[in-house]
T-cell receptor, first 112, second 115 residues
Framework: NAGVTQTPKFRVLKTGQSMTLLCAQD?????MYWYRQDPGMGLRLIHY???????AKGEVPDGYNVSRLKKQNFLLGLESAAPSQTSVYFC???????????FGPGTRLTVL | AQSVTQPDIHITVSEGASLELRCNYS??????LFWYVQSPGQGLQLLLK??????LVQGIKGFEAEFKRSQSSFNLRKPSVHWSDAAEYFC?????????????FGTGTRLTIIP
């Protein structure tokens, strides 16, 4: 049981490049989340999903897109990366009806 | 809108001393409250949570927290810290009765332990 895993762990992009971050969970959780963590700002919710095929915007969704084609996977896409998207990205998941979120180890993204 | 304030950005404590990390929340109804810990380079791990009932909540690693509605606080405590407790601690508030898709996190408190 690996819990929540994230791929890749580190990435450096140039401005304007695109990339996809993958989150996978093997706990059969219904809910999945993408957060970004910036110094002095805590974690901010980007997008979330309450089930396969459904997604919703969080607090800071601009510049990001997501997809949940399979229950166990939640993808975060950056179509045209900007330096302001330099951050550490965390994925989390939870069971419906249980407010405990389980976090992945994070992806450190640098946009030059 | 819900919000969480952690007034202490950085706290330094001697090993073996007691610890209290402060958390104040703003929420219009009954909140769900959480404390998470993040070790360097790691994801967040749940320490404890409060939903209802007993206002003193016990968590893992010897931590506890007390919900005080009158003060809108959910402070985290530990009677005797260990060097391994050095980490960043996040308080979070969620919406009761609406599921957990709207957790709001505080900005975190970094804990340093000195010998």
């Amino acid at each position: 049981n690996a819990g929540v895993t994230q791929t890749p762990k580190f990435r450096v992009l140039k401005t304007g490049q695109s990339m996809t971050l993958l989150c996978a969970q093997d706990m059969n959780h219904e809910y999945m989340y993408w957060y970004r963590q910036d110094p002095g700002m805590g974690l901010r919710l980007i997008h979330y999903s309450v089930g396969e095929g459904t997604t919703a915007k969080g607090e800071v969704p601009d510049g990001y897109n997501v997809s949940r084609l399979k229950k166990q996977n939640f993808l975060l896409g950056l179509e045209s990366a900007a330096p302001s998207q330099t951050s550490v990205y965390f994925c989390a998941s939870s069971l419906a009806g249980d407010d405990t979120q389980y976090f992945g180890p994070g992806t450190r993204l640098t946009v030059l | 809108a819900q919000s969480v304030t952690q007034p202490d950005i950085h706290i330094t404590v001697s090993e073996g001393a007691s610890l209290e990390l402060r958390c104040n929340y703003s929420y219009g109804a009954t909140p769900y409250l959480f404390w998470y810990v993040q070790s360097p380079g790691q994801g967040l791990q749940l320490l404890l949570k409060y939903f209802s009932g007993d206002t003193l909540v016990q968590g893992i690693k010897g931590f506890e927290a007390e919900f005080k509605r009158s003060q809108s606080s959910f402070n985290l405590r530990k009677p005797s810290v260990h060097w391994s407790d050095a980490a960043e601690y996040f308080c979070a508030v969620g919406r009761a009765n609406f599921g957990n898709e709207k957790l709001t996190f505080g900005t975190g408190t970094r804990l340093t332990i000195i010998p």
